[in-house]
């Protein structure tokens, strides 16, 4: 039998189709890559700009290198636009990581992905709530609850994002999954090497303001020329973790590399499926 032609019923039935697709992959990396530009830069201009202020301590023992708390209060006016231009993004791949991973995951692990989704959410929270507080002390209550919560969720989101790329979603797939697992398991390993030695150099400065040459006698050469204290450890490690964890946000290019948001002027907005 002939197909009957459906008859135009309105202005836009017959007028030409246009339609509108934008990739949300490099959108959402460059929205998260451009966080560790950005503190490099911080960290950089507080350097040179305010050195001694940046690396001044209440402990007599030489420190070298600035904490990110130091850098956030010397470079408050960007690290306030860091930190408020990244929570669209932030939010955006959250909502991105539910639809996903309800999609991909099997149904006993999906809802500890959606978990890991609100997560993110969390975590772009305690940056945001750091950015509009820059100029609190590094020893006030908020600022210490502000870092704990930051860097818990974000070993938490990494850990268990990892392990759900590796055991569920990258197995049996194609190369460009295998990539963003490969660069996955690198972030996870530089952040959870970096985070016990943060704490533990944190620890000893605030308990014993302690350099590491004092903890024997072929490192005492390094505390005369001053080279290592455990602050100037603890601040490095920050920036690492710090980078560590956008970066790892940035690798959602590779699981988002073919979604679009689309216009078309008969269905309006819509969003391409995973």
Same mark, same amino acid.
């Given at each position: ?33 451009? /966080? ?36 956030? !209060? ?32 099997? !149904? ?108 024997? !006698? ?14 100037? /450890? ?41």
């Amino acid at each position: 039998m002939h197909s009957i032609p459906e008859l135009p019923i309105s202005v836009q039935d017959v007028q030409p189709k246009s339609r509108i697709r934008i990739r949300v992959a490099p959108l959402l990396a460059a929205g998260h890559a451009s /966080v560790p530009i950005a503190v490099i830069f911080y960290l950089f201009m507080a350097i040179l700009t305010n050195y001694e202020g940046t690396t001044y301590t209440a402990c007599t023992r030489l420190n070298v290198f600035p904490s990110l708390s130091a850098v956030a !209060r010397s470079q408050h006016s960007g690290w306030q636009i860091t930190c408020c231009t990244n929570l669209p993004f932030s939010l955006l791949t959250s909502w991105f990581y539910s639809r996903y991973y309800r999609r991909s995951l099997p !149904r006993k692990v999906r809802l500890f992905g959606c978990l890991l989704a609100l997560l993110i959410v969390q975590t772009s929270c305690s940056f945001f709530l750091w950015g509009m507080y820059p100029n609190i002390a590094g020893e006030s209550t908020l600022h210490r609850a502000v870092a704990i919560s930051l860097f818990v969720s974000c070993a938490i989101l990494m850990a268990g994002c990892f392990v759900l790329h590796k055991y569920y979603i990258c197995e049996g797939k194609e190369s460009q999954q295998q990539l963003a697992y490969r660069l996955k398991c690198k972030l996870v390993v530089t952040y959870f090497t970096a985070v016990p030695i943060m704490w533990f150099c944190y620890f000893l400065h605030e308990h014993f303001c302690f350099p590491f040459g004092e903890c024997g !006698r072929w490192l005492h050469l390094l505390n005369l020329i001053g080279i290592f204290a455990a602050y100037s /450890v603890f601040g490095l490690c920050e920036f690492v973790n710090i980078c560590s964890t956008f970066l790892y946000l940035a690798t959602c290019y590779f699981d988002f590399y073919n979604v679009h948001i689309c216009h078309d002027q008969r269905l309006g907005f819509f969003l391409s499926e995973f």
